[in-house]
Structures are given as C-alpha cells and as structure tokens.
C-alpha cells in the first residue's frame, strides 16, 4: 500500500480501560512497521469507567488516534456506524479492542483486499474462548444461519476490511435496527475470508453476553427475515383444520355413536388456549409494527457529546 493511502481502523469501545493501552501499542507498533498512512477512530459508547481519558491521553502524543464519545450508550451497531461515518481512510477495518483479533493480522487483510476485494471477512481457525461462550456463540450463529437467510461465514471473527466504496454503501443503510454482518451480506459486492489466528482476551470481560447476543439475533430475524410471520400463518392454518377435524369427528360422534352432552370446562380450557394463541401473534405483530414506528421517526442513528482529534 502506497505512503498516500490511508487506513483507517474503527474501533468502538465499551468499559475497556484494562485493553485499551496495549491495544493502542501493538497497533501502532504494526501500523508503523507497515509504514503507511492511519487513523485509529475509538468510538466510546457511553463508558464510565477510565476508558475515555486513558484514549485521550494516547491522543495528545499521537494525533493520528482519534475519539468519539457517544452522548449514551447507543449500542454497538450505531457506535460502528459513527465511526465509519467520521472515517477518512481508503481502507477500512473494524476490530475490538479485546486483542483477540491481533493487530498482527492487518498486514494480511490488506495483502487480500489489494487483490481487488470490497469486503475481506476474517474468519477465526480456533475460537479462544471459555467453553460456556463458544457454546452460546454455537447457538446464536446457529439462529442466524436457520432463520435469517444470511449466508455469513463459518467461525467469523470481528475483525475485517472493506474499501471506501463499500463503506459509502454501508452508510446509505439508514435503519434504526442495525445488525452490521447482515447489512453487509445484503450489499454484497466482492468479497473474500482470510482464516485468523485468535488469541486469548488480553484483560476483562466480554461485554457481548448470551443475552445481547440472542437479541442481536432476533434483531437479524425480525430486520432479514419474515419468517416468524411466515410462521405464524402456517399455525393458524394448521390450528384451522385441527379445529375443523376436531368439529366434525365430535358431530359424527355424537350423531351415529354416543348422544353426550359437552361439559363447559372443555370450552372454557378452549377459550383460553385459543386466546393465548392470538395474544402472542399479536404481540408477534406489534413487534414488527413497533421497529416500523420507530423507522418511521427517523431519528439520527447516534449523538455525539464530544469528539478527539477530529
């Protein structure tokens, strides 16, 4: 890569003050020996622990690494979204800044992409993780692959790159709900993996549980899919002609083989099975219509209380 080309690295943060210095001095230990033009954006999202002023010290003695500091916690989807909106790089990558994906790797994402890819996924050849978490990873991907449609990448890591073209078509994507990997199948374009080795987290936590992990995949479903409408119809159907078979096996009962008098216990279990059925599509419903009511406000996707460097 060229000396006038820059990279830029988008990196959002969340309660990552014992990551953020090492992060910070391995790349740019590989960004220097690279010898190439960069930026490192941290978008913090609402941290209130030492993150922000540990990033601002760095800052002061590398103008090269810059902050965005969100006005609250907006999520991981829209902190992404800033900090590609705010980046200038021709390349760019986004990683965390847990270490997992090491910084060793950007020399190789670059080597793929200058092939003449749009997007290069990185795919992980070992998840290093406890065996709780790769259980729970196991169930969301397998969600994903089931419900969505979204032919994502076996193993995929966090970290990848993509042009300025593809990021460009990246910020028409206006939606509130934001699931990033499906928005960036949906694109599509030219695209590649390269398999990464993954470390151990350097410090702390995941702070992507089981919990933010399953709802971010039924944020892909509802967003990707209309399946669990889909679904909804085929149960009704089906509910439909049970009732009917129900029906008239009870009519050919009771006119040919036995004259009994139905009891209202019976109705009355009937009643409210059939009214717990229909409060759930309902409620199935009104979750679509509660994302289209929230599109329909169109509000900006995250708000910025102070920025570094920019």
């Known amino acids: 890569m060229s000396r006038d080309i820059k990279l830029s690295l988008v990196v959002p943060v969340y309660f990552e003050e014992e990551v953020i210095n090492q992060f910070i001095k391995e790349v740019v230990e590989e960004l220097d020996i690279l010898k190439i033009n960069y930026e490192v954006i941290f978008i913090d999202d609402g941290s209130t622990d030492n993150t922000v002023n540990l990033i601002k010290d760095e800052a002061k003695e590398n103008d090269n690494i810059k902050l965005l500091e969100l006005s609250y916690n907006h999520g991981k989807q829209a902190a992404v979204t800033a ?3 705010y980046s200038k790089g021709e ?11 090491p910084p060793k790797e950007i020399k190789n994402f670059i080597v793929e992409i200058e092939k003449g890819y749009d997007l290069v996924f990185g795919v992980r050849k070992q998840k290093k993780d406890s065996l709780k978490n790769r259980f729970f990873s196991k169930i969301f991907w397998s969600v994903l692959d089931k419900y ?3 032919d994502l990448p076996r193993g995929l890591a966090v970290m990848r790159i993509f042009n300025r073209d593809f990021a460009e078509r990246f910020l028409m994507y206006k939606e509130q709900n934001r699931f990033i990997e499906g928005i960036f199948m949906h694109i599509g374009m030219n695209q590649s993996v390269i ?11 995941s702070k992507f549980n089981f919990k933010r992990k399953m709802n971010l995949a039924f944020d892909a479903i509802f967003d990707f899919s209309e399946l669990p409408l889909k679904l909804a119809v085929r149960f009704g159907i089906f509910l439909a002609l049970i009732g009917t078979l129900a029906l008239f096996v009870i009519l050919i009962v009771k006119l040919f083989f036995v004259d009994f008098q139905p009891g209202w216990p019976s109705i009355f279990g009937f009643l409210i099975l059939s009214l717990g059925i229909q409060l759930f599509f309902i409620g199935l419903l009104a979750l679509y219509i509660g994302r289209i009511y929230r599109e329909s406000k169109s509000r900006p996707l995250f708000s910025i209380k102070d920025t570094t460097n920019i």
Request: charged share 30%; no cysteine; net charge negative.
């Open 83 to 85: 900090g590609i909106n």
């Open 91 to 101: 390349y760019l990558i986004y990683m965390d800044p847990d270490l997992q994906d």
């Open 148 to 150: 969505t449609g979204l």
């Open 195 to 205: 398999e990464i080795e993954q470390r151990e987290r350097f410090a702390g936590v």
